[in-house]
DNA sequence: AGTTGACATTCTGTATACAGAATGTCAATC
DNA sequence: GATTGACATTCTGTATACAGAATGTCAACT
């Protein structure tokens, strides 16, 4: 089996996250990828195209993990406002993890990168337009209160999550991170509470 | 009179100003600065340092005019969380405006640039102080009440800084920053509409 | 005095060369 | 069929050279 060969695939994936992560896409070679899976360099072809291609599956793989995590919150029973914080938090704090786990971590996840950045730019889409629906069950006809403001679903989802963004900046702390997030995704959602 | 002609340093500044903004700092000779401002080249040496000065002048200009106009803003009659919408939207209007200008815009108001990152991080922690005092006026005992979130002055301040940080997205329109600007302040600071 | 032409110096971009590294492929091997 | 050693090719980083541009200074000029 070339392409559904799960293990060696799911092995290399393995390997490569811990070298991107140490040494950064740049810096790691596939000799080194192929050491690390305890593989030949030539049979790392044999599931992926090139270097690149490991890359993207890696920030495809990152993207669909987190945007699952941010579903599964959506999805749990509880008021609106709490999901959608869950939701937020789930999906954020799962990227400012990796990010400041090492120098490289924030790579895999960099909407200008030339390799994923369009991997990274439509996973932010689906998200929005996740949260857009989950604000816009809160109130059929299209408006919603975002606290005290009034604007459509699809607003409101990218107000909140470009806020968040801001959030995200180099240098803050992940615990100070968290805690602002909790502020700023309590204080957005509140109006929402009431429904 | 070397260090003190104002109408000769308006003169260089103005035609530095055109010229940033049309090719960027790297790009602007001081060949060109001098025909613009129409003087001599040597002339420029009088008044500026270098090129980098007149380059963080201009930089240091830019953010003191906004800072002044954030204060104003707060100093006007009316209640803290009209003030602090008001005060946030001259400093960020203003930026962006001059961002979206020209494809050089930014580079003035740059956190990580080489030659005014000091300049424009110094600005937002001058902001970040002097919102963080009109929230402290709310509440004297150091806890604010932020929306529905309960966090002091400085983190509150903090908060609402780096959310809009967020918005200030390359490709959004202005309009559209605009709106999302004054939603978002408006959900922010509802919390202390009471007050 | 203020101003500037002209000079020496530094900077920038381009071209070339080259060695070692890294990549991607395929014929030979197990 | 799965795997890989070995090869041809491409990529990268470094060194050198050089011309034109740009910078910063100062003596000469008004």
Redesign the interface.
Same mark, same amino acid.
């Given at each position: 089996m070339v392409t559904r060969d799960v293990t060696t695939r799911t092995r290399i994936l393995g390997a490569a996250t811990t070298l991107f992560a140490r040494y950064g896409f740049k810096r790691t070679t596939m000799e080194d990828i192929a050491t690390e899976s305890g593989l030949s360099r030539a049979s790392l072809y044999l599931q992926f195209r090139n270097k690149e291609d490991i890359f993207r599956a890696l920030a495809s793989d990152l993207q669909e993990q987190s945007l699952a995590a941010a579903e599964a919150a959506l999805a749990e029973e509880g008021p609106l406002a709490e999901r959608l914080q869950r939701a937020v938090e789930a999906k954020s704090l799962r990227m400012m993890e990796i990010a400041h786990g090492s120098p490289h971590g924030s790579e895999l996840m960099d909407e200008n990168h030339r390799l994923c950045g369009d991997v990274a730019t439509q996973a932010e889409a689906r998200f929005t337009s996740m949260l857009a629906g989950a604000f816009a069950e809160a109130d059929g006809v299209g408006e919603v209160r +975002?606290?005290?403001?009034c604007?459509t679903a699809t607003?409101a989802a990218?107000?909140l999550l470009?806020?968040?963004?801001? +959030?995200?900046?180099p240098g803050v702390e992940l615990k100070v991170f968290r805690?602002?997030l909790?502020? +700023?995704v309590?204080?957005?959602v509140?109006?929402l509470g009431a429904r």
């Open positions: +975002l606290g005290d403001a604007v607003e990218e107000i470009q806020s968040v963004t801001g +959030l995200k900046r805690e602002r909790a502020a +700023l309590r204080v957005l509140a109006g």
